[in-house]
């Protein structure tokens, strides 16, 4: 039970419960997804709410949240991708959002690393072929290599650094592209992604979404990466042209892709599905028990950091804190 006169929050969408069950001990938690009526529920507790922990991606926080909570001044949310968070918006109304980087790094970084040798060794097909008996009767067939490529990082940022450094340590060379040229690190720098896309075979996104990089990974780039290429995305779906991807895959413009972040989550075009070269992931990036809980505990942890006058812990760039 929470202390008498604590804080009101609205969770937008269900979180596990070492989450659920911390906001729930710390605040008085409103569940707008369980709402029968969202509207009604948000009207009756529009002068109290001064919260709101965001979980998932689907539920939008935006300019019609914040209209129909006047008395708002912290978003939590869970994930450090926050695309689904008009930030700007908020910085402009004086609510502070908050996001949850770095705890997440370093499990994303492995399984982008997993996806890539999934991809290139074709290893879930390789099981299946085991699981169908088919090793009985014959080699799987041999597969293509990580050996001789070159990996070009679109995004490199906390997670984009974490996966060069893996990809460093299995002998291959790095290159980046994004907006800013990085004065300490020792990789070469690509403004253009068309030239970086036709220097090398192994593009791997950490990209985050929203308008400036909506599908920048399109068919030119695919094509500039050619028949050998592999693209890795575990950054955000819509960086890349999923119509232009289904035909760069089925036409073999590349060779192949790995995914674990899609345009539309959790709908999955039934062509993509059908591409059997490629592997498939359901936006599974930071899904340890061990990782949701630590970026659960941040979402815990800015909240009540907040409302004890502390200000956020992990605030976004587009809602700086500054003690009054
Ligand atoms: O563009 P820069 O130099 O600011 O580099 C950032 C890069 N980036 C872009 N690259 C190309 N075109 C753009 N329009 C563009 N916008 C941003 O993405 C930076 O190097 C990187 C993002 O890095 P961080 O902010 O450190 O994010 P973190 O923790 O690595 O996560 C990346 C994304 C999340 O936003 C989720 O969507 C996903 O991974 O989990």
């Keep these: 039970m929470p202390a008498p006169n604590a804080p009101e929050i609205i969770m937008t969408g269900p979180m596990m419960a070492y989450v659920t069950d911390q906001l729930k001990a710390r605040f008085v938690v409103h569940e707008l997804w369980n709402a029968p009526d969202k509207a009604a529920l948000l009207a009756e507790v529009a002068g109290r709410v001064r919260g709101v922990a965001a979980g998932g991606g689907h539920n939008r926080v935006d300019g019609a949240l914040f209209d129909a909570l006047p008395k708002l001044e912290m978003v939590a949310s869970f994930g450090v991708g926050y695309d689904h968070i ?14 949850t980087p770095d705890v997440l790094t370093d499990e994303v970084a492995d ?40 990996v ?38 690509y403004p253009s ?16 979404g929203g308008a400036s990089t909506h599908h920048i ?14 693209l890795v995305n575990v950054g955000r779906g819509t ?11 089925q036409d073999k413009t590349i060779l192949s892709a790995g995914l674990d972040v899609f345009e539309d989550e959790p709908r999955v075009p039934a062509e993509l599905i059908a591409i059997e070269h490629a592997v498939l992931l359901p936006h599974v990036g930071s899904a340890s028990v061990y990782t949701r809980q630590q970026m659960g505990q ?27």
């Design 86 to 99: 008009d930030a700007a918006e908020a910085g402009r109304r004086g609510v502070t959002v908050s996001n």
């Design 111 to 150: 399984l982008a690393l997993g996806l890539l040798i999934a991809t290139v060794r074709q290893l879930p097909q390789v099981d299946r072929y085991l699981r169908e008996g088919k090793w009985l009767k014959a080699a799987y067939p041999l597969t293509t290599s990580l050996r001789g490529r070159t």
């Design 152 to 189: 070009g990082i679109v995004g490199l940022g906390r997670i984009g650094k974490a996966v060069a450094k893996r990809v460093e340590a299995f002998g291959l060379p790095v290159v980046y592209h994004g907006r800013t040229r990085q004065d300490d690190v020792p990789y070469r720098f």
């Design 193 to 208: 992604l068309v030239e970086m896309a036709s220097d090398v075979d192994t593009l791997i996104s950490v990209a985050p």
């Design 217 to 230: 990974i399109n068919a030119e780039v695919l094509k500039a990466l050619g028949p050998n290429g592999i």
């Design 239 to 249: 960086v890349v042209d999923e119509q232009a991807l289904i035909k760069a895959l």
């Design 298 to 324: 941040l979402v815990v942890d800015n909240l009540a950091s907040w409302f004890e006058g502390k200000g956020p812990l992990s605030p976004v760039p587009e809602t700086p804190w500054k003690k009054a």
